[in-house]
């Protein structure tokens, strides 16, 4: 080895090498090359004994990036002249006496750094929304309300403009398993549960001041059939039409039991049982309302005089009052009370209450009180308003119109049966079944049932609590949706018939995920994944016959 680019990282032992037993010359060219600049970055390890003073001269234990020729000696031993070449020194391996290549103990050892706070949960959290590697739709029209309420438009794509985007954003409306990220652009299908949403924001907007209609509205369906999709269309309708938007986008979020809680104070609390406020997802609540909804909140004054000593100085708008309680998770409670207060006033703007993952506010909490004992989520003050305000129209009254939403989960759904027979006899209700026919659900004989879930059958009744069935798509929306894959580059096939009817089969008769799955993220040959062992067909092909088991010998 006598170049640099043949040596990287050498570790030279010398042992038992005496350099007053080397020839003179040599000796001074072995110390004038210790003693030089490069010099300074040679270190020799020595073993054995009889080093004399090149000892002194050679403490450290290491050898860099060098090139080394030997040199005859006048005695028993040899010694080595190393050159250090111009290049970035690096330690390989550490030599301690008679022993192996270790680690430096002189260095401190490396300790990998943890990510900052929330990083991982952001990374976790985080969602895209556009691929640049996806083919442009050249053709695709913007939502708005005004297409989203025409039934020709069953089987469409529209996209959502920037404005639109910073908006629902900032709601958290967008989830990571909805697929934006396999497309230009972020865009949605229109489906006929669509149209019948899209029409009723259009008569709320079109009925007059005094006699706009307040929805109040169920969601369910089975796993990946759209629901959270659906809540996101209403939202950007609502958005487009200048609505106030308010929005839970994880329900389970409030039981879990990972966020600050207190108690509500006894001369607030009205309840028979103690009531718990949370600090922290209220400011959240807050900030999501004020930044998603800030030109519109910019725009509205308050027409009350808030409570005593709630506000340092007189808030001037709305989002003002918004942006207090994002920034005071303490007083977050009371001034969400009262924003929701001044949003209810005559004259103001209708309002969305948008509830995702209804299923986890139906049942116990994972939270605990003083005495250990669990809380019930109505017990919560956010997940009691929220409730009241979908079952109960005397709790949440909206005199300038508006939508209250909520969408069960299929994916993680938790074992609330009493919750299930809610929607059994809320959706017999909606059919114009009575509770004194024979056919309209009870619970089983002996079943215990949660009092607090079963009771919302009574108010519901009143509120005109509705519930929607998410089922597949048609085989139209399918033909409207392969066409999008198809023209955004990500589906091979040409768009047939024979496509759609296979397609719309295979997903379980148009469900949204499943459906996706197949046409775009498969790519599975279908004459490579079938076997014919056993068929008289896979015994002309030589793969042998299938014998049971208890037939072997």
């Not at 049966?417 to 959706?427: G, H, M, N, R, V």
């Amino acid at each position: 080895m006598t170049g640099p680019s043949a040596v990287e990282w050498i570790v030279v032992v010398v042992r038992s090498v005496a350099i007053s037993d080397c020839a003179p010359s040599r000796a001074v060219v072995f110390r004038s090359v210790l003693s030089s600049p490069r010099g300074s970055l040679v270190k020799v390890w020595a073993g054995g004994s009889g080093f004399g003073s090149a000892a002194a001269r050679c403490a450290s234990e290491y050898s860099y990036g060098v090139s080394f020729e030997t040199v005859a000696g006048s005695g028993p031993a040899a010694a080595m002249v190393m050159t250090v070449f111009s290049v970035k020194a690096q330690v390989k391996y550490r030599v301690t006496d008679g022993g192996s290549p270790g680690r430096d103990k002189r260095q401190r050892r490396r300790v990998p750094s943890l990510p900052a706070v929330g990083e991982r949960k952001a990374a976790r959290t985080r969602i895209v929304l556009s691929n640049t590697n996806a083919l442009p739709v050249r053709d695709l029209e913007n939502l708005s309300v005004a297409n989203l309420a025409q039934e020709e438009r069953v089987g469409s794509i529209l996209g959502l403009d920037d404005a639109l985007l910073e908006q629902l954003r900032d709601a958290k409306l967008f989830k990571r398993a909805q697929n934006w990220n396999l497309f230009q652009r972020p865009a949605t299908l229109v489906r006929g549960e669509t149209v019948d949403l899209g029409r009723v924001v259009q008569q709320i907007n079109q009925a007059s001041d005094s006699q706009k209609p307040a929805v109040r509205q169920l969601i369910a369906g089975p796993r990946q059939s759209g629901k959270s999709v659906l809540l996101l269309q209403v939202a950007s309708m609502a958005y487009t039409s200048k609505w106030v938007v308010v929005d839970v986008p994880d329900a389970i979020d409030h039981v879990n039991n990972h966020h600050s809680y207190n108690p509500l104070s006894a001369t607030e609390d009205n309840s028979p049982h103690r009531s718990y406020v949370q600090p922290s997802l209220t400011a959240g609540l807050l900030s999501r309302l004020v930044y998603s909804n800030e030109a519109v909140l910019q725009a509205l004054q308050p027409q009350t005089t808030p409570p005593d000593s709630l506000f340092a100085k007189p808030a001037k708008t709305l989002a003002d009052v918004a942006h207090y309680g994002a920034d005071h998770p303490a007083q977050s409670w009371p001034v969400f009370t009262y924003l929701m207060s001044e949003l209810t006033q005559p004259g103001r703007p209708p309002l969305l209450v948008a509830i995702d993952g209804l299923d986890h506010w139906m049942g116990p909490s994972h939270y605990r009180n003083s005495d250990y004992d669990v809380i019930h989520s109505h017990q919560f003050t956010l997940v009691k308003y929220f409730l009241d305000a979908l079952f109960n129209n005397n709790s949440l009254q909206l005199p300038n119109g508006g939508l209250v939403l909520a969408a069960t989960t299929a994916s993680n759904t938790p074992d609330f049966p009493t919750f299930s027979i809610l929607l059994q006899q809320i959706a017999a209700l909606n059919n114009g079944l009575q509770p004194s026919s024979p056919l309209f659900p009870l619970p089983a004989p002996y079943q215990k049932l949660d009092t607090r879930v079963s009771s919302l059958l009574d108010t519901a009744t009143a509120a005109n609590t509705t519930i929607t069935q998410l089922h597949g798509l048609s085989k139209p929306e399918t033909r409207g949706l392969l066409d999008y894959f198809m023209k955004s580059g990500l589906l091979r096939d040409a768009v047939n018939d024979n496509l759609v009817s296979e397609l719309w089969s295979l997903s379980g008769c148009g469900n949204v995920g499943d459906l996706c799955k197949l046409a775009v993220r498969a790519r599975i040959d279908a004459s490579k994944v079938l076997t014919t062992f056993g068929t008289s067909e896979g015994i002309r092909r030589g793969q042998g016959e299938h014998i049971p088991k208890s037939a072997r010998k």
